[in-house]
């Protein structure tokens, strides 16, 4: 979600965005070569560490790159999760530096300190810490606006994201990538993992896509559930689609790509207020397709991202026939909840009837065919009270709404998106950073 989301964030009320029906017209331009790289030289303590330890970009800078800033006016996209090892923040640090210069701070959905409500508009302010005007990027602009840019010698990103196309916080990425390349300042990009590995799954959105949904849930091409980090991200758009700019990665030293956020040794700090746990992380590449619908993945509850329900919904027959697919690494229960709260919510105070879900194998569970399992049979069940929306960008073509109306096997859709995404690996393994063993 940059946090935030829906189909406008990690937190947000997407259905009603998406009907905003933002439009943005163009055509993919042909690849360019890949950006220059960096050769790698809230919170509690994870249960257990796989390889580590894992070292994020900030770190890896601050210890042997610092050339790349080094007497600079720095510009810094970044938010609360932007902390080192030892919970210490970007900001701070590169402020109290003596050879750096920040300037300019740039904070997205959720806020610089991620406490905003998804889809709430921030306006500009200054950082009582140290006095830095934060420029909003998710306000009356999702980009820098020359006059921003007008005493910035480079733009550096470092936040953390979660691996899903509608988190907003890559897209601020990209659409800031653009805005300095017309600039012609230098991008740094500071890695940090995917926290839910690097495996890929779901829709693989369609270029012409992009423009049936806001750009910030759906800026370029990617896979509902991406495996990219944001330097593979930004490789990947700035190598595809001919950015032209000058991107640099600082890449997150230690991580592999088969890596949970658990096993890194790092600290989990919500990146957004919906994403309280790794697990939510994970389910929410599959859930977030339901927000373009009335149904409610249980916002205003304790465990968003861990409930579909609606006050419609017979859900002791849903249970029956989800339990029917065999679905992998996940066990289904009755459920029911009232959602509660002041943030964008569907049903707020109404009792939901509800199917909960717990992950018991996140190794084989599949977010999206689960998900994908859910809208089907709802719309099967009760064609009349479900509003499946505008889902064009969320399942990123035309055919695959239109398969779910028909009543298509949910298996055989996703089975042709596993397709399409065996062809997409196989082109951006180029843009790829960490080994996956």
């Known amino acids: 979600m940059s946090a935030s989301v829906s189909i406008r964030a990690a937190a947000a009320g997407v259905a009603a965005i998406l009907a905003a029906g933002w439009a943005f017209a163009g055509r993919a331009p042909a690849p360019l070569a890949a950006p220059s790289l960096l050769p790698a030289a809230h919170a509690s303590a994870p249960p257990r560490v796989r390889g580590g330890p894992v070292v994020p970009g900030l770190e890896v800078l601050l210890r042997d790159s610092l050339h790349l800033v080094r007497g600079r006016r720095v510009g810094l996209i970044t938010n609360h999760t932007a902390v080192t090892r030892e919970g210490r923040s970007a900001i701070d640090l590169l402020h109290e530096h003596p050879d750096v210069r920040l300037v300019a701070l740039f904070g997205p959905e959720h806020g610089i300190r991620g406490t905003v409500d998804?889809?709430?508009?921030?306006?500009?302010?200054?950082?009582?810490?140290?006095?830095?005007?934060?420029?909003?990027?998710?306000?009356?602009?999702?980009?820098?606006?020359?006059?921003?840019?007008?005493?910035?010698?480079?733009?550096?990103?470092?936040?953390?994201?979660?691996?899903?196309?509608?988190?907003?916080?890559?897209w601020t990425m990209t659409m800031a990538m653009e805005e300095a390349a017309r600039a012609g300042i230098p991008f740094i990009v500071l890695d940090r993992p995917n926290p839910v590995t690097a495996r890929v799954e779901g829709p693989?959105?369609?270029?012409?896509?992009?423009?049936?949904?806001?750009?910030?849930?759906?800026?370029f091409p990617v896979p509902l559930r991406h495996g990219f980090t944001a330097g593979e991200l930004a490789r990947y758009?700035?190598?595809?689609y001919r950015l032209g700019t000058r991107l640099t990665v600082v890449p997150a030293e230690g991580w592999r790509g088969n890596e949970w956020f658990d096993e890194t040794g790092l600290r989990w700090i919500n990146p957004s207020p919906n994403i309280r746990t790794l697990d939510a992380a994970l389910a929410?590449?599959?859930?977030?397709?339901?927000e373009t619908t009335n149904l409610s993945i249980g916002r205003g509850t304790p465990t968003p991202f861990g409930y579909v329900g609606a006050p419609y919904l017979d859900n002791a027959e849903l249970l029956r026939r989800v339990r029917g697919y065999g679905l992998p690494g996940v066990r289904f229960?009755?459920?029911?909840?009232?959602?509660?709260?002041?943030?964008?919510?569907?049903?707020?105070?109404?009792?939901?009837?509800?199917?909960?879900?717990?992950?018991?194998?996140?190794?084989?569970?599949?977010?999206?065919?689960?998900?994908?399992?859910?809208?089907s049979e709802i719309q099967k069940m009760h064609?009349?009270?479900?509003?499946?929306?505008?889902?064009l960008q969320m399942l990123g073509s035309r055919w695959a709404p239109d398969a779910v109306r028909r009543g298509d096997d949910p298996r055989e859709i996703f089975r042709r998106w596993e397709t399409e995404n065996a062809a997409w690996k196989e082109r951006v393994a180029k843009y790829r950073l960490y080994p996956a063993e």
């Not at 009349?384 to 929306?389: A, I, Q």
Request: aromatic share 10%; hydrophobic share 40%; proline share 6%.
């Open 204 to 219: 693989l959105m369609q270029f012409e896509m992009r423009s049936r949904g806001p750009l910030i849930t759906g800026h």
């Open 333 to 375: 229960e009755l459920a029911e909840f009232t959602p509660r709260g002041t943030e964008w919510m569907q049903f707020r105070n109404q009792r939901c009837r509800a199917v909960r879900l717990r992950i018991t194998d996140r190794d084989v569970y599949q977010p999206v065919l689960t998900a994908l399992v859910f809208l």
């Open 284 to 290: 929410f590449s599959g859930l977030v397709m339901l």
């Open 118 to 170: 998804g889809g709430e508009r921030i306006a500009t302010q200054r950082d009582p810490r140290t006095g830095v005007t934060i420029y909003s990027l998710y306000g009356a602009t999702e980009r820098p606006t020359p006059a921003m840019l007008r005493n910035v010698d480079v733009l550096l990103f470092d936040m953390q994201d979660i691996g899903a196309r509608a988190y907003t916080y890559v």
């Open 237 to 240: 758009v700035n190598g595809e």
């Open 383 to 391: 064609p009349r009270s479900l509003g499946m929306g505008p889902m």
